[in-house]
């Protein structure tokens, strides 16, 4: 029976339970204990992201394996993690307990039984106030965003509670600094085409004494501008060849009554607006050209994470 057991223990994945924290001290200590009792096989690691409180100190207390990232901001600790930790699969969530731990079997079930790299936590406000009008409307039109430009796959674009494999982390750059690593893990599992799927997942206020780091205005604007260059780095062709377009409708536009003049009089009397349109075409034509160069470098690069990503093999299964 314990060969059975030892067996049985010996091809089960190992899970590893990733939490960035900023001065969570009021909350760390309680989500630590809460993974524990739901994934009582995981490693549980804490990564004290430049905190001035007692985060570390409460997070080892619990029975984590803390480890330090004094470059401040939340891509910077996700980086952390997943360069120092290694697992089959691992379970990314925040450290101010605004997420169900109980769901966390489910959520690694889901992505066993269903061989998905990654399952995202939709949230699903419990507590009245949850919900905040500009954070959820920020989070419907940068999803929206991301699903034109890279097609659909979520609802929940900004999620912190998700389920990756080994080959989802082992090949993903991790580029972004702040809140902007929600963005480019989804980008990332779209770019590759990745099998993915979502699971809802209850969503609560913080609890007293915690204070949000999301900054409305100024993350959300660095997530539109991460969405933009993600655009212009793994779609440069389409990103390049708009710009191109509007450059030459622009150029169009201005030689038109130039031509039609110098047809009728075989005189060009705006000569600075016929230098301004032919600049504008020779414009529309580098950035043209800039995409086709660009698209063939992407493509070299997407082949590159690809052969990354098959390099580590599926999880085990139970």
């Known amino acids: ?18 939490i960035p924290c900023h001065n969570e001290e009021s ?31 409460r997070a080892a207390a619990a029975g984590a394996r803390v480890v330090s990232q004094p470059l401040r901001g939340k891509g910077n600790a996700v980086w952390r993690l997943f360069a120092d930790v290694d697992a089959d699969l691992y379970v990314l969530v925040d450290g101010d307990d605004t997420y169900e731990a109980a769901d966390a079997p489910a959520l690694v079930a889901r992505c066993l039984s269903g061989r998905f790299d990654m399952v995202n936590g939709a949230r699903v406000p419990v507590d009245p106030g949850t919900s905040r009008f500009g954070h959820d409307l920020g989070n419907v039109a940068l999803t929206r965003m991301v699903v034109a ?18 080959r989802f982390v082992k090949s993903f750059p991790a580029l972004s600094q702040g809140f902007e690593i929600e963005t480019e893990l989804t980008v990332h599992a779209l770019e590759l085409r990745m099998p993915v799927s979502e699971v809802r997942t209850p969503y609560r206020l913080r609890p007293a004494g ?20 993600l655009l212009k780095e793994e779609r440069p062709f389409q990103f390049f060849g708009v710009l191109a377009v509007c450059f030459a409708l622009l150029s169009v536009g201005l030689a038109l009554p130039v031509l039609v003049e110098f047809a009728e009089t075989g005189l060009v009397p705006r000569l ?44 085990r299964q139970r």
């Open 1 to 18: 029976m314990r060969d059975a057991t030892d067996a049985h223990q010996a091809d089960a994945p190992k899970i590893a339970v990733l």
């Open 149 to 166: 430009a890279f097609g659909h796959q979520f609802d929940d674009m900004l999620s912190g509670y998700r389920v990756f494999t080994r």
């Open 272 to 315: 600075p607006t016929a230098v301004l349109a032919s600049a504008l075409m020779i414009v529309a034509v580098l950035n043209f050209v800039c995409g086709l160069i660009l698209d063939t470098v992407t493509r070299g690069r997407r082949e590159l994470k690809l052969l990354r990503y098959l390099e580590a093999g599926a999880p």
């Open 27 to 57: 909350t760390v200590g309680k989500v630590v204990a809460d993974f524990r009792a739901a994934l009582p096989d995981a490693e549980i690691v804490v990564c004290d992201n430049a905190s001035t409180d007692a985060t570390a100190t």
């Open 210 to 229: 915690s204070l949000s780091k999301l900054r409305t205005y100024s993350d959300g604007l660095r997530i539109l501008r991460t969405i933009f260059v």
